[in-house]
């Protein structure tokens, strides 16, 4: 998938999301005060309890509004020309794994492997079991293999920047994958970043644990 430059509309996501979480953190402000103040005077603590109630409806008000919001269909914001899928037949690509253990890295390799050779293209998977030493195994006999492409998925672009290099010069295009950061820069050498925004899906999920909270009462 491809992912618009880092500058292209983060400006106003930033906003949306601090005016959610200074709801959320309102809401749960309002919760230990009113848990604090259980030995007040009756008054006190009937007041305390309705701002607790109004602080907690807005700050869920805002949770479930931002949850509709995200699950919108995303516009695509990528190139628009035709890609020549033929023309990749017959090429090959090796897929370097931080580690096939985590369930979501190895589903995202598999899911990469299998698209890829829909299109006749002969795609490894090297896994890096998560070790240094691992990973570096796996670059150096795939920059050694020249394959057409190498795809380093969810790997530390600073650690694997001298691979980047010797893998151009070796003829071999790297694409960064699953690095959290579209659009920012991969390390000199990287031709691609395919990635889903890391950072903005654990906000998500905070929202949507928020939304689904009961209401006062």
């Known amino acids: 998938m491809y992912h618009p430059p880092a500058h292209m509309g983060k400006e106003a996501r930033p906003r949306r999301v601090r005016r959610l979480a200074l709801g959320a953190c309102a809401a749960a402000a309002a919760l230990l005060m009113a848990a604090c103040s259980s030995g007040s005077s009756s008054s ?3 007041s305390s309890t309705s701002s607790t109630a109004a602080t907690n409806a807005a700050g869920i ?3 479930k509004k931002a949850v509709a919001q995200w699950e919108q269909p995303p516009t ?3 190139p628009t020309a035709p890609v020549n899928a033929k023309a990749a037949k017959g090429k090959t690509v090796d897929l ?3 580690t096939e253990e985590i369930p979501a ?3 995202w390799a598999a899911v990469a492997q299998a698209q ?3 299109f006749g293209v002969k795609a490894n998977i090297c896994d890096g079991k998560g070790t240094p030493e691992g990973i570096t195994s796996c670059l150096t006999q795939d920059i050694a293999a020249r394959p057409n492409v190498i795809v380093a ?3 530390d672009n600073a650690f694997i920047h001298n691979y980047i290099q010797q893998a151009n010069a070796a003829g071999t295009k790297v694409i960064t994958a699953q690095t959290g ?3 920012r820069p991969q390390g000199p050498g990287a031709g691609a970043e395919v990635t889903s925004e890391c950072p903005q899906g654990g906000q998500d999920r905070r929202q949507r644990r928020l939304a689904a909270a009961p209401g006062p009462g």
């Open 44 to 46: 006190s603590s009937g």
């Open 61 to 63: 008000a805002l949770a």
């Open 76 to 78: 695509w914001q990528g």
């Open 96 to 98: 370097i794994n931080l």
């Open 105 to 107: 890295l190895h589903e």
């Open 116 to 118: 890829l050779q829909k």
């Open 153 to 155: 998925m969810a790997l």
């Open 181 to 183: 950061n579209p659009g």
